[in-house]
């Protein structure tokens, strides 16, 4: 049948299938259209929250719409990823993250009932960074295997400060413990400047520390550095040695990711980590992170996606055959 021999309904018809798909067309063509939120589930002037506003800045020049930062933090990440996973999945809600949020809170609070990896898409890992190792200079070691001797001798007397119960920095410290065969005192706090204070005053003894508020302390000879974190040696301070040289397959670091609802379409998906990740590569972005202590990973969905799963499987199981929990 022709278009000339349908009849008056049949043309209305047509023609409104050919209107809603020329608009879905010109509405996917033309995203984002509006404003662009990424929620941080955390207080402003951390990590990932500066990562995200420099994404956010860099994403409103080029896209030539406005990206905000909305900081949503509280009870350990899942107010921020609640607020992701109910909005709607069109790419005008992200969600910029650490791992600690996603890959190791829900598993030290079961009770919360609630699960963001399975509410949420990977669109890429935006930046990795490794701990220091760092001790008091009081502390009479200067090697992790002079670290672990000591501890073994002391048990129960070494002390390791961390940004609170369930961060990153305090699962840095109960990795070492459980895989160097030690046992340290955890001492938590609500933030890094309290637990570097006491640190430098001799009250802590070591910290799994991010790299950027402590290298001051670090060159002016008031902590001494034994080892970064990481798989591999750290590209700003290559003298240094991994943990993993002295306790085999030993690796705990912080990486800061992107994320949507889980049912974003996947070519949307493609299409933001495609644009996140120029950003990301850039050298400008690069030397941002370097500043700052880390390195751009930029990396596909499916490849973000791989190290979420790897890291779940890893803690739950660190949680699990320690017994840790918080309180």
């Known amino acids: 049948m022709t278009v000339s021999s349908m009849g008056g309904m049949g043309k209305k018809a047509l023609l409104a299938g050919a209107l809603a798909l020329c608009a879905g067309l010109t509405c996917a063509q033309q995203y984002p259209a509006r404003a662009v939120r990424i929620i941080v589930p955390a207080t402003p002037g951390g990590g ?25 933090p509280g009870a350990s990440g899942i107010i921020g990823f609640e607020a992701v996973a109910r909005a709607a999945p069109d790419g005008y809600t992200l969600v910029a993250c650490t791992n600690a949020m996603l890959t190791i809170s829900p598993y030290l609070l079961p009770q919360a009932g609630y699960d963001p990896v399975r509410a949420l898409a990977p669109v890429t890992l935006a930046a990795s960074s490794p701990f220091l190792l760092v001790v008091h200079p009081s502390l009479p070691v200067r090697s992790v295997k002079e670290l672990i001797a000591f501890a073994k001798s002391h048990p129960g007397q070494l002390n390791y400060s961390s ?36 640190l430098l005053a001799g009250q802590i003894q070591m910290r799994f520390a991010a790299f950027v508020p402590i290298l001051s302390h670090v060159r002016a000879g008031k902590l001494r550095t034994l080892a970064v974190s990481g798989p591999k040696r750290f590209g700003q301070m290559p003298e240094v040695p991994t943990v993993m040289e002295t306790v085999p397959g030993y690796t705990s670091d912080i990486w800061y990711g992107v994320l949507v609802p889980s049912a974003t379409p996947a070519s949307l998906v493609a299409r933001l980590n495609a644009e996140i990740v120029r950003h990301l590569l850039s050298a400008e972005f690069k030397a941002r992170l370097a500043a700052d202590g880390s390195e751009p990973v930029a990396n596909s969905p499916s490849e973000f996606a791989a190290v979420i799963q790897a890291d779940v499987q890893r803690w739950s199981t660190v949680i699990r055959e320690t017994g840790i929990k918080l309180q």
């Open 48 to 72: 990932v929250d500066i990562i995200a506003r420099a994404l956010a800045q860099r994403l409103t020049e080029s896209w030539g719409q406005t990206v905000v930062v909305e900081n949503r």
């Open 163 to 198: 940004s609170g119960n369930g961060s990153a920095t305090h699962m840095a410290g109960v990795l070492f413990d459980h895989m160097a065969g030690v046992k340290t005192v955890h001492v938590p706090y609500k933030g890094s400047s309290p637990a570097i204070t006491d």
